[in-house]
């Protein structure tokens, strides 16, 4: 069946025909994508043109990747920029949302995991002046982080007390002028998170309380991987 289905593809993929189908073919496409770009790609078009449930379930992977090299993918209220010499293609930039989220994910997981590990490189830009970088997981706040351009590293904040999610966020380098505004200093750094028990789907967003122009400060998100696991130190 999977192979009648490929031989027919030619762009567009009937919904009918999918829903009929889609528990066979998406166990040969999940198996497929790891090593075959195409077939990812295909697997893409197929989701696109169906939101159902049978269809999400079907393709959920072990890992996720989004390097925002090519768009914002899957992500609603995403945008892209990769005009910047030195960041390249981000999630972003963004300004302010009052704190409330902005732009978001949902993935499917597979079963049988207990952990999900969600990690990415955030990028404060330019004039942070202790505002919150606040992160959602299934589209609830669990951390808020303040910069400062004139301060190393996390000026304050809160995360959840919520065990079932253990978030870290580190300094990556230097805290100086690296890319947009040149006028003011950015820092970047890698944001983890380990969701125990996180079900067959969780989504991942963002949002922040900047309050002036994103030509004057801004936040981008790179490089969002999700990876089902039992061994969470090994991610
Ligand atoms: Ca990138
Ligand atoms: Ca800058
Ligand atoms: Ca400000």
Do not use: C, K
């Amino acid at each position: 069946m999977l192979r009648d289905f490929l031989r027919s593809e030619s762009g567009a993929v009937t919904t009918d025909y999918v829903v009929m189908s889609a528990g066979v073919v998406g166990v040969g496409i999940a198996v497929l994508n790891t090593t075959s770009m195409g077939v990812e790609n295909l697997a893409g078009d197929i989701n696109t043109a169906l939101t159902g449930n049978i269809v999400n379930t079907s393709f959920a992977r072990e890992r996720y990747f989004d390097d925002f090299e090519n768009g914002a993918g899957y992500w609603v209220g995403g945008h892209t920029d990769s005009s910047d010499g030195f960041f390249g293609g981000i999630l972003g930039p963004y300004g302010g949302s009052d704190g409330a989220e902005v732009v978001t994910r949902t993935y499917d997981l597979l079963g049988g995991y207990d952990y999900a590990v969600v990690d990415f490189d955030l990028h404060a830009i330019d004039s942070w002046d202790d505002e919150q970088f606040v992160m959602f997981i299934d589209g609830e706040p669990i951390s808020a982080t303040q910069f400062n351009w004139q301060t190393d590293g996390v000026t304050g904040g809160w995360t959840t007390t919520d065990g079932n999610y253990t978030v870290t966020i580190e300094p990556s380098g230097a805290r100086e002028h690296f890319g947009y505004n040149d006028e003011w200093v950015d820092q970047s750094f890698d944001v983890r998170v380990e969701v125990a028990d996180p079900g067959r789907s969780i989504s991942v967003g963002f949002g922040s309380t900047l309050n002036q122009g994103v030509a004057d400060e801004s936040w981008g998100v790179d490089n969002v991987a999700v990876t089902s696991t039992n061994s969470p130190s090994d991610v």
